[in-house]
């Protein structure tokens, strides 16, 4: 019996998240033939890898994909995880994307005319591959603590609710938007939070009447090259939990968590944090005083707002 040939494509996405669908989109506009696999189901990662209490960090109103943008009731609100889920899902029903859901990628090769992608349903052949799987889906634990019945350790994905966690203290290691939103949430639990704050940039939410999101679209910060930003990127505190609110960490502090320096070292179950809690505050300071002086200077024309709105020397206004 003649060994089965692999299936041939023109081009192959692998990933069938926001961006998996959006180079579907693109290619159907174009004509050509193309095929996206899904290990999971669309949008697997919001749906088992976020938690429950999640909310998107964009107002609804700027969450759109080339097409059809997301269906809210409320356009300055931020959609949780599950409704960015069910999105995604109604997003590739309406432009019936090419999808197969289940079906995991393992490998992937170059070929004298192509590549071939071996997946959990048998090889294919592609012209064309497109890796459209993000760029931090391996979960990274630092080996730090022992592995112990006596110290619960999960990372971000993995958390659901704090009623998921046992009884007790929670430290919450990492100052990005995902580690805020977690600590918050931990806090107004009426969990007791210690909170490793780290280097960090953080955000105004909303600035002279709107999201900072819309400013980074007026400003065009969003379309900057990649040559000319930074070599360093700083995490970018923002949150659109509990309404959207601009993220101080010393707001978290006045309210009963206790904020401390990045994490050091370990010792048994004894974890040693650096001096450095009001030098990564103030970093943070200064990343929002930049953010507001940038838009200030790129947008004169505003100059001039109503006093109400956020003024360009509050760093640590709401």
């Known amino acids: 019996m003649s060994e089965r040939q692999p299936e041939a494509i023109d081009t192959l996405i692998i990933g069938g998240g926001q961006a998996g669908l959006a180079m579907s989109y693109h290619l159907t506009q174009r004509g050509h033939p193309h095929l996206v696999l899904e290990r999971g189901r669309v949008g697997e990662r919001w749906i ?8 998107f960090q964009t107002p609804n109103a700027m969450v759109a994909l080339p097409g059809f943008k997301l269906p809210a009731e409320d356009p300055e609100g931020f959609g949780t995880a599950a409704e960015i889920a ?25 070929t004298d005319t192509g ?17 459209a799987t993000g760029p931090f889906q391996t979960p990274v634990i630092p080996d730090l603590l022992p592995q112990t019945p006596d110290v ?47 280097r960090h940039k953080r955000t105004p939410r909303r600035y002279r009447g709107h999201d900072h999101v819309w400013w980074w679209l007026k400003t065009g910060f969003d379309r900057t090259p990649a040559s000319r930003k930074p070599p360093e990127i700083l995490p970018l505190v923002h949150s659109g939990a509990y309404g959207g609110h601009t993220i101080d960490f010393r ?36 990343g929002y005083q930049a953010i507001m002086d940038g838009i200030c200077r790129l947008t004169p024309k505003h100059a001039n707002s109503p006093p109400n709105h956020l003024a360009c020397a509050s760093p640590s206004a709401n």
């Not at 899902?89 to 999808?99: E, G, H, I, L, Q």
């Not at 071996?118 to 592609?126: D, K, R, V």
Request: aromatic share 8%.
């Open 48 to 55: 088992s890898e976020r938690w429950l209490g999640m909310h």
């Open 86 to 110: 069910a999105y995604l899902s109604a997003y590739a029903a309406r432009f019936a994307v090419p999808v197969r859901t289940g079906v995991a990628v393992t490998a992937l090769r170059r």
């Open 115 to 131: 590549f071939t992608a071996e997946t959990s349903a048998g090889p294919i052949q592609a012209k064309n591959v497109v890796v």
């Open 152 to 198: 619960v350790q999960i990372h971000a994905n993995s958390y659901r609710a704090p009623e998921s966690l046992p009884p007790g203290a929670v430290l919450v290691v990492g100052a990005g938007a995902s580690g805020a939103q977690i600590a918050e949430e931990l806090m107004r639990a009426g969990r007791k939070v210690y909170f490793s704050v780290s």
């Open 251 to 286: 707001n978290f502090a006045a309210n009963g968590m206790v904020l401390v320096g990045r994490v050091a070292s370990a010792e048994g179950c004894v974890v040693r944090f650096a001096a450095d809690l009001m030098d990564n505050l103030a970093e943070g300071d200064a």
